[in-house]
């Protein structure tokens, strides 16, 4: 089973992890993603969390500029809740997100972000 495994040291472009999901929408894949501090952006709501990965930006970034809709071109994450329960953890401000999941096809964009829902795999 294909498996990415990285952590993200603060909220910048990342293009691996797009790449690895294009690449194996559909497809069964193995998560370990962790966040350091103030690295996440995303959120939690009623059925589900996100993340939002920024692949590329028009401009270089200036040092301590954090990649936006404005200034560079994104994917949001969607991850179901599994009976309520919230697959992304967070444990002092470190996120992290494992298991086995199904990724969808990228979708969009919508509101300057593609879509990709990353569905708990059994």
């Known amino acids: 089973m294909p498996s990415f495994k990285t952590k993200f040291a603060k909220a910048a472009v990342d293009s691996d992890f797009g790449d690895f ?5 559909g497809e069964k894949v193995k998560l370990d993603l962790q966040w350091e501090r103030g690295a996440f952006d995303g959120a939690s709501e009623k ?3 996100f993340f939002v990965l920024f692949e590329s930006c028009g401009e270089a970034l200036e040092k301590g500029e954090k990649p936006t809709i404005y200034n560079c071109s994104g994917t949001e994450y969607n991850v179901p809740k599994v009976e309520g329960k919230a697959l992304i953890t967070e444990d002092g401000g470190v996120f ?3 298991g086995v999941f199904e990724p ?5 964009p919508l509101q300057g ?4 829902e990353l ?3 059994t």
């Open 21 to 25: 999901i294009e690449e194996h929408a």
């Open 47 to 49: 059925d589900f969390q």
């Open 96 to 98: 992290r997100l494992r």
């Open 104 to 108: 969808s096809e990228r979708t969009g």
């Open 113 to 116: 972000l593609f879509a990709v």
């Open 119 to 121: 569905a708990p795999a």
